[in-house]
């Protein structure tokens, strides 16, 4: 069973930054793709940033120059480093990692599914 334990997260002013981490423990967990959601509506999240095992970024176009995912695969960390913080990147963000190898999905419930395994999630606030 693949476990994620996040760091980071908290409450900041616009223009601020802030770096989530997220390590990895378990089975093929330096294979998988791992990426971040956060939770937008209800239970519903969307996939803010992903990187696969070959360091291949995914960015939500709204974070696009502004969040920067890496990975190192010797600790089986990820990183999020978050600059230039808007009041509408404020939730809570979910670290995920794909067990299937098919990579995460644009959108998906909190806590996901079979198919991939979320942390306990880390709260972002960011005050105007």
């Known amino acids: 069973e693949v476990e994620l334990v996040e760091s980071g997260g908290g409450s900041v002013q616009a223009g601020s930054s802030l770096t989530l981490g997220c390590t990895a423990s378990?089975?093929?967990?330096?294979?998988?793709?791992m990426g971040w959601y956060r939770q937008v509506a209800g239970e519903h999240c969307e996939l803010v940033s992903s990187?696969?095992?070959?360091?291949?970024?995914y960015y939500l176009e709204s974070v696009e120059g502004r969040f920067t995912i890496s990975r190192d695969s010797a600790e089986n960390t990820v990183h999020l480093q978050m600059t230039n913080l808007k009041p509408e990147d404020s939730a809570v963000y979910y670290c995920?990692?794909?067990?299937?190898?098919?990579?995460?999905?644009?959108?998906?419930?909190?806590?996901?599914?079979?198919?991939?395994?979320w942390g306990q999630g880390t709260q972002v606030t960011v005050s105007s």
């Open positions: 990187i696969s095992r070959f360091g291949n970024p």
């Open positions: 995920a990692a794909d067990l299937t190898g098919l990579g995460l999905r644009k959108t998906a419930l909190v806590g996901g599914d079979d198919f991939d395994a």
């Open positions: 378990g089975p093929t967990s330096d294979e998988a793709t």
